[in-house]
């Protein structure tokens, strides 16, 4: 069973920066897609960036150009780097792993990941 372990969160300023990492047991890299996902209150979860197990990257356009993915697989550790953040960036952020190749896909069917970090906050004051 894949196990993930989500930290690096707090709080921040708008324009600031955060990192967060989500470290990753019971499985073996590059044989699942990985991915970060947010969820602020009141709203539906949504997805923010992906690493399909062939590498190929995705991000949601809120994101694009502040946000970038990347994993570490002799950590095995996925990496959300988080660049001029803004308000609407807060949220709880969740990383999550699954055994098909794409988050994408897994999206496109309508089913969630199958593993669940436990979340961290991200907190972005104006």
């Known amino acids: 069973k894949v196990h993930l372990v989500g930290s690096g969160g707090g709080s921040v300023q708008s324009g600031g920066s955060l990192r967060l990492s989500c470290t990753a047991s019971?499985?073996?890299?590059?044989?699942?897609?990985m991915g970060w996902f947010r969820q602020a209150p009141g709203k539906e979860r949504e997805g923010v960036a992906f690493?399909?197990?062939?590498?190929?990257?995705t991000y949601a356009e809120a994101v694009k150009g502040r946000f970038t993915i990347s994993q570490d697989n002799a950590k095995n550790t996925l990496y959300l780097q988080m660049n001029s953040l803004k308000p609407e960036d807060t949220a709880m952020y969740y990383c999550a792993a699954d055994p098909r190749p794409s988050m994408t896909t897994v999206q496109a069917l309508g089913v969630s990941p199958l593993f669940w970090g436990q979340g961290t906050q991200v907190t972005v004051s104006s």
């Open positions: 019971g499985y073996t890299p590059r044989t699942y897609a």
């Open positions: 690493i399909d197990d062939d590498g190929t990257i």
